[in-house]
């Protein structure tokens, strides 16, 4: 692991510390992620079009057209979801959605449920624990068991990178990503880049700064490869420890200085710092992490700049953002925050990506 007398070196020099990066270690338990995301970390070469979408697996391969559709498509849901008494077509009746989660989740989860519900589509719950995988099914015997029961579509939430992906190879129905390991968390780019494009009204030439830990970030993924497809300039800023070796690559700025980051954005989307893929073990504490990295008031009163902040959620509250950050949701202040905006926003998205890939005959 890199010493801390390095991990400060590189904060001042904006270099990478000497020696190999953390996750080309051998031993290191998300290598495996991490591996495949280098591999991945080249978007697309032929983008897919609306049309021949049948499964979202990532927003790489999707053409900016696509990812405008989709987003019109959510405006219109959320035009109704507003209205007191909002009801929809029940386009999707008799559909049944597996929700497949491997992982906890709170507002992915629920949101699709609600998605589903609001097009008159039935759910079925899924949990690894109180399932058959606690004896040793494998991921692909329980999806074609599940497909056996006439499932009509899955939304699959795994530790392991490329999981979905791996899972649209093996069945002819939808496969909705909704979190794979470190690659990718395509619903809550959409539902980001549906609450800039609400607020600021085009993505083109957005800057957008994403803060953190984009190593294990899927969510930081996901939104590269959206907000460059839709035209808008993306700046990465954190310890360069935290920072995927090649991202260079994709065309997006680096910055190690957070006051430089804010200066240059127009709006920051912070990222949870992931404990439980030991992001901590890249850090010489939280509390220099927070120091260097948390979006403060003091920080955003320094920089001069009013910023309208995004955070996927869950948050972790004094470290990569602090509460008055978090919670202002009305000036006066430095900033504006979209948390509870994202996870409305979230539900219209949903409905969009599940009407697009459903819709039409059974
Ligand atoms: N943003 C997000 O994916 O949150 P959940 O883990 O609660 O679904």
Same mark, same amino acid.
């Given at each position: 692991?890199?010493?801390?007398?390095?991990?400060?070196?590189?904060?001042?020099?904006?270099?990478?510390?000497?020696?190999?990066?953390?996750?080309?270690?051998?031993?290191?338990?998300?290598?495996?992620?991490? !591996?495949?995301?280098? !591999? !991945?970390?080249?978007?697309?070469?032929?983008?897919?079009?609306?049309?021949?979408?049948?499964?979202?697996?990532?927003?790489?391969?999707?053409?900016? &057209?696509?990812?405008?559709?989709?987003?019109?498509?959510?405006?219109? /849901?959320? !035009?109704?979801?507003?209205?007191?008494?909002?009801?929809?077509?029940?386009?999707?009746?008799?559909?049944?959605?597996?929700?497949? /989660? /491997? $992982?906890?989740?709170?507002?992915?989860?629920?949101?699709?449920?609600?998605?589903?519900?609001?097009?008159?589509?039935?759910?079925?719950?899924?949990?690894?624990?109180?399932?058959?995988?606690?004896?040793? $099914?494998?991921?692909?015997?329980?999806?074609?068991?599940? *497909?056996?029961?006439?499932?009509?579509?899955?939304?699959?939430?795994? #530790?392991?990178?490329? %999981?979905?992906?791996?899972?649209?190879?093996?069945?002819?129905?939808?496969?909705?990503?909704?979190?794979?390991?470190?690659? *990718?968390?395509?619903?809550?780019?959409?539902?980001?880049?549906?609450?800039?494009? $609400?607020?600021?009204?085009?993505?083109?030439?957005?800057?957008?700064?994403?803060?953190?830990?984009?190593?294990?970030?899927?969510?930081?993924?996901?939104?590269?490869?959206?907000?460059?497809?839709?035209?808008?300039?993306?700046?990465?800023?954190?310890?360069?420890?935290?920072?995927?070796?090649?991202?260079?690559?994709?065309?997006?700025?680096? /910055?190690?200085?957070? &006051?430089?980051?804010?200066?240059?954005? &127009?709006?920051?989307?912070?990222?949870?710092?992931?404990? *439980?893929?030991?992001?901590?073990?890249?850090?010489? %504490?939280?509390?220099?992490?927070?120091?260097?990295?948390?979006?403060?008031?003091?920080?955003?009163?320094?920089?001069?700049?009013?910023?309208?902040?995004?955070?996927?959620?869950?948050?972790?509250?004094?470290?990569?953002?602090?509460?008055?950050?978090?919670?202002?949701?009305?000036? #006066?202040?430095?900033?504006?925050?979209?948390?509870?905006?994202?996870?409305?926003?979230?539900?219209?998205?949903?409905?969009?990506?599940?009407?697009?890939?459903?819709?039409?005959?059974?």
């Amino acid at each position: 692991m890199h010493s801390l007398k390095n991990w400060r070196n590189s904060l001042r020099t904006g270099k990478r510390p000497g020696g190999k990066h953390p996750c080309r270690k051998a031993s290191f338990p998300v290598q495996k992620n991490v !591996q495949y995301i280098l !591999q !991945q970390m080249t978007p697309d070469n032929k983008p897919i079009p609306m049309a021949d979408m049948n499964h979202l697996t990532g927003l790489s391969g999707l053409s900016a &057209d696509s990812i405008t559709g989709l987003l019109d498509t959510a405006a219109g /849901f959320k !035009q109704t979801l507003r209205s007191p008494n909002a009801s929809f077509s029940p386009t999707l009746k008799n559909r049944r959605i597996a929700l497949v /989660f /491997f $992982e906890n989740s709170t507002r992915t989860r629920f949101s699709f449920e609600i998605a589903a519900r609001n097009l008159g589509a039935g759910t079925l719950g899924f949990s690894a624990a109180s399932s058959s995988v606690s004896k040793g $099914e494998t991921l692909s015997d329980t999806i074609k068991n599940l *497909e056996a029961m006439q499932v009509d579509a899955f939304v699959l939430r795994h #530790p392991s990178s490329g %999981s979905a992906k791996l899972i649209s190879r093996i069945t002819p129905k939808p496969v909705i990503n909704a979190g794979d390991g470190s690659n *990718e968390h395509p619903t809550q780019a959409l539902l980001d880049m549906f609450t800039l494009r $609400e607020h600021f009204g085009s993505l083109k030439g957005l800057k957008v700064t994403i803060i953190g830990d984009v190593l294990h970030s899927r969510v930081a993924r996901s939104n590269i490869y959206g907000l460059l497809r839709a035209g808008a300039e993306v700046g990465l800023c954190g310890p360069v420890t935290l920072i995927p070796p090649d991202a260079e690559k994709l065309g997006v700025r680096l /910055f190690t200085d957070l &006051d430089r980051a804010i200066a240059w954005a &127009d709006t920051a989307i912070v990222l949870r710092l992931q404990l *439980e893929r030991a992001s901590g073990t890249y850090l010489p %504490s939280l509390e220099e992490y927070s120091r260097h990295y948390g979006l403060t008031d003091e920080r955003l009163e320094r920089t001069g700049k009013h910023l309208l902040v995004l955070h996927p959620g869950p948050i972790n509250r004094e470290i990569e953002i602090s509460n008055h950050v978090a919670d202002r949701i009305q000036p #006066p202040g430095y900033s504006k925050s979209m948390l509870l905006e994202q996870v409305t926003n979230g539900i219209a998205i949903r409905m969009a990506v599940l009407e697009t890939l459903l819709g039409g005959t059974p």
